[in-house]
């Protein structure tokens, strides 16, 4: 059967879909969208504002208001277009991931995904010589715009963890790879009876300073989560923290959260579960990514979670979906 002209275009969209978005990461990076969010400015004030020859920015402006992240006004002038809007330097913007995204270590490491498929492994590692964590903790830019980008999913996740789940119902909850505790603290603050403890790395939870003014409630424990994890919570939480591992490595940090926690107590992963129907969603592009970026990171169905979690020791309780990508994922800790 020969293919039908939508089959093309749409194709064609999807082919050219990579280099489109360097040209909206380009223009988001030159903080174009908030140069223009009080009023149209003229190529040439872009120009002047972003240190670029007049003549190339043109046509980067042209290629970006025709994408609708700009607006054009006769032939030099450009405002702001609905998809530049939340580009725009402030909370909750979706600047970070855009400047992420087209890093070079990044874009170099899709650019090998074949690397990945065939052999599992990392290709961020294959073509940039150290992981994403590490580079990001040497490279300044690397590590600006991945802290950036995670610290902005936090700030959209944590009302939507907050307004989906009953947590008046528990006395003490561990946020097990908490990182810097903005979940805890926003929990604690939303929940005066609740007490917390944030759980990671050792140099990393001093640096939790979304804690701070907690401390009546809120304890700090550095360690390894595949060897102990802190005991009597009634809630385990675990936001983005198995998508970084492999199975067997996912089981070994259920299972010792398991053997720490009272009969009875909850086990809530925050994830982006893959749909089971094939339909392309967020979690199917962060799946591909998690491949691409991590050593052995994914993201799975919610079958694929309950047989993690059957796996450790815990009775599945199923997947709760939200109104954005994540999900909570819970199982109970047998009586
Ligand atoms: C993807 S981050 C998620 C952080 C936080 N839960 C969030 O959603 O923003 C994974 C966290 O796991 C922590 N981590 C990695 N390996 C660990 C280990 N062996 N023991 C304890 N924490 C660990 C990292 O320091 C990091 O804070």
């Known amino acids: 059967m020969t293919a039908l002209p939508?089959?093309?275009?749409?194709?064609?969209?999807?082919?050219?879909?990579?280099?489109?978005?360097?040209?909206?990461?380009?223009?988001?990076?030159?903080?174009?969208p908030d140069a223009v969010a009080d009023g149209s400015l003229s190529l040439n004030e872009l120009a002047e504002r972003t240190g670029m020859p007049a003549a190339t920015l043109g046509r980067l402006l042209r290629a970006a208001a025709a994408l609708d992240v700009l607006t054009t006004e006769g032939d030099d002038r450009y405002g702001l277009g609905s998809l530049g809007e939340p580009l725009r330097d402030r909370p909750g913007s979706l600047l970070a991931q855009a400047e992420l995204l087209t890093t070079p270590s990044l874009w170099a490491a899709?650019?090998?995904?074949?690397?990945?498929?065939?052999?599992?492994?990392?290709?961020?590692?294959?073509?940039?010589g150290a992981s994403l964590f590490e580079l990001a903790g040497v490279d300044e830019q690397l590590g600006r715009v991945f802290h950036a980008w995670m610290t902005a999913q936090t700030e959209l996740q944590i009302?939507?963890?907050?307004?989906?789940?009953?947590?008046?119902?528990?006395?003490?909850?561990c946020d097990v790879g908490g990182g810097r505790g903005s979940l805890l603290g926003a929990l604690l603050r939303a929940h005066p009876n609740l007490k917390?403890?944030?759980?990671?790395?050792?140099?990393?939870?001093?640096?939790?300073?979304?804690?701070?003014?907690?401390?009546?409630?809120?304890?700090?424990?550095?360690?390894?989560?595949?060897?102990t994890v802190p005991a009597e919570c009634d809630l385990y939480l675990l936001k983005l923290v198995l998508h970084d591992w492999d199975d067997e490595r996912a089981v070994q940090i259920l299972r010792v959260i398991r053997e720490a926690a009272s009969p009875g107590a909850r086990v809530v992963a925050v994830e982006f579960v893959v749909p089971a129907d094939a339909q392309f969603g967020y979690a199917t592009f962060m799946d591909i990514n998690m491949l691409v970026l991590t050593e052995g990171g994914r993201e799975r169905?919610?079958?694929?979670?309950?047989?993690?979690?059957?796996?450790?020791?815990?009775?599945?309780?199923?997947?709760?979906?939200?109104?954005?990508?994540?999900?909570?994922?819970?199982?109970?800790?047998?009586?």
């Open 301 to 335: 169905t919610a079958a694929e979670h309950a047989n993690l979690q059957k796996e450790a020791g815990l009775e599945p309780l199923g997947s709760i979906p939200t109104r954005s990508p994540i999900s909570l994922v819970e199982a109970a800790v047998p009586l």
């Open 159 to 173: 009302p939507v963890i907050l307004e989906t789940y009953d947590f008046s119902r528990f006395s003490r909850v």
């Open 110 to 128: 899709w650019g090998a995904l074949d690397h990945a498929v065939a052999t599992g492994e990392s290709s961020f590692r294959y073509v940039n």
């Open 6 to 32: 939508d089959a093309r275009v749409a194709l064609t969209r999807l082919l050219t879909a990579g280099l489109l978005q360097q040209v909206v990461c380009l223009v988001a990076r030159l903080r174009i």
């Open 196 to 227: 917390g403890v944030l759980f990671d790395l050792p140099e990393t939870v001093p640096q939790a300073s979304a804690l701070d003014g907690l401390e009546e409630r809120a304890e700090r424990v550095g360690g390894d989560f595949f060897a």
